[in-house]
């Protein structure tokens, strides 16, 4: 018989498997980890790991490499930089949506819990399927998009001015922790584009080189594409680089508003 919820049985997180605790340690730290494997056949699990704190580095992603390559090779999950500027690996750690590489571990409770981002499909463990994501990026046309010809001996200029109006779009690392807290994507992700994407959109819709500014806004002025986000400000509570996607979004509905007028 199915729960009373409706919820498939095959949804329910199990308790996994405790690891040992390494021998001599004097300060230990216990993460739970999400652990799953769709090919597998079995039902998602947590699994908790015990790092020795004097034998591993200060942040979440050392202790997450350091499970890797002695513990449980099986382990799987994304990263790269780890210095807060690709986004790889982006997860949600003890509740809230950021970068394992600039979390530390002296800032997570204990025990804490690790879980792949919200509102993706889960490839392995913390690897979340994003390629719904990033095929709402393309669907923007993220590229400068000009009708006059480039000039022959010199980029395309801005003052310092206008450079400015930039701030706080192009920060933005594609992480999609803002994304992955929203809402309304939660519900709507089959047509609101999310906080990522119409940040990203926002910042080709200032840009002084750009000449499609008609072009743009037309393409956005949809009920669910924009006018989904109800400003619930989870996006910019959640974002790693302190951006405010809210505002922006904000931004490009008072553009539509301006243009009609």
């Known amino acids: 018989m199915p729960p009373a919820s409706g919820t498939s049985p095959a949804s329910r997180i199990e308790q996994g498997k405790t690891w040992p605790e390494p021998q001599g340690a004097t300060r230990v730290r216990h993460l739970r980890i999400f652990r799953y494997d769709p090919e597998s056949g079995n039902n998602p ?41 690709c986004g790889s690996c982006a997860m949600n750690i003890d509740g809230t ?16 819990t690790v879980y ?25 046309k993220p590229w400068l998009r000009t009708r006059t010809p480039a000039p022959a001996n010199s980029e395309r200029l801005q003052s310092p001015e206008e450079r400015a109006k930039l701030d706080g779009d192009y920060e933005c690392i594609l992480c999609f922790c803002c994304t992955s807290g929203c809402p309304s994507h939660w519900w709507n992700g089959d047509r609101f584009l999310g906080p990522a994407v119409l940040l990203q959109a926002h910042r080709w819709l200032v840009d002084s080189r750009d000449e499609a500014t008609d072009e743009r806004l037309d393409e956005l002025e949809d009920p669910f594409k924009l006018y989904r986000c109800h400003t619930i400000l989870n996006c910019t509570r959640t974002c790693p680089k302190g951006l405010n996607p809210g505002k922006k979004i904000a931004e490009i509905k008072l553009m539509i508003q301006q243009r009609r007028s």
Request: charged share 30%; hydrophobic share 45%.
């Open 45 to 85: 699990r947590v699994d908790t790991f015990a790092i020795d704190r004097d034998k591993c580095g200060p942040m979440l992603l050392d202790a997450l490499i350091k499970i890797k390559n002695e513990i449980d090779p099986t382990f799987a999950f994304r990263r790269s930089c780890r210095e807060g500027i």
């Open 116 to 140: 792949p981002l919200n509102n993706m499909d889960v490839v392995k463990d913390l690897v979340g399927d994003q390629a719904h994501l990033f095929a709402q990026l393309h669907s923007i």
């Open 97 to 112: 949506n950021w970068l394992a590489c600039i979390r530390a571990l002296d800032e997570m409770n204990e025990p804490a």
